[in-house]
């Protein structure tokens, strides 16, 4: 299992280049390198901050992920960019371009497995090469929305908001909001039926094995491991539940690549 405490993580951000428009913004790594070309062990997870007005170009990538915009505003396409925006895309998705407001664009990216996700871009030649086989699923969801700090802590029932419901896809591909009050505790899905989940904290805190786990953290259960307990922090928590499509699926996808 892959765990990350948000504040510690985001202490390390640092200044980085975008590879397809030269400009410096900021970084944060959870897991695995920020732009992988090949594969690796465990999962990858980033954070980058857009400074204001910048665009990131079309582009696609060679994983399926989870993209949480958090922090500021913008666009993608037509859609607009508030803080809650869920997206969820297959690999060889294009979407793009994401377009920061004036104060800037803070995203997370959440993918399963570390392997070929460096960016292609739509304006380079020959990114058609790149591109493979994939439901090509590009869901994005506005507007979800997190509790003020009393009605989060005196919450008296543990509630999954679906995103993604379970019954929407035959591979796995789920997502909700885990909302509960403070020391609740329920058992988090049996990572078997997908691909593995990533257990993201947009509010309050978690705890796990004996330490907090604050705002904007990660904690990763692969496939391959059981079911664990999912426990809110003394003032309560809402955290992401984002289930990747199923293992097979996955390797399908990605043994192409």
Known sequence: MYTRNGTEAIQQRHNII???????HWGTEYFGPRFPTETGVGPQSLMTELTANETVLAHFHGMSQFQIFAIGSGTMGRNQLQPITFQFKDPSTAYGPVI????????FVM?????HAAPVYLDRPGYKEFLKPSKRRNLIIPNIMVSTEPVL??????????????????????AHVLRMGAGMEVMGPDPKRSGGYYLFVINGSLEHEGKDFPLWSMIVVERHEDAVPIKAG???????????????????????Q
């Open 18 to 24: 975008s590879p397809g428009s030269g400009i410096e």
């Open 100 to 107: 920061a407001g004036p104060q800037g664009l803070s995203f």
């Open 111 to 115: 993918r399963i497995k570390t392997a």
């Open 153 to 174: 802590m005196y919450r008296k029932d543990a509630y999954w908001d679906p995103i993604i419901a379970y019954d929407k896809y035959d591979d796995g591909l789920a």
């Open 234 to 256: 003394k003032k309560g928590v809402e955290v992401m539940v984002l289930e990747f499509p199923s293992q097979e699926a996955e390797t399908q996808v990605t043994d192409t």
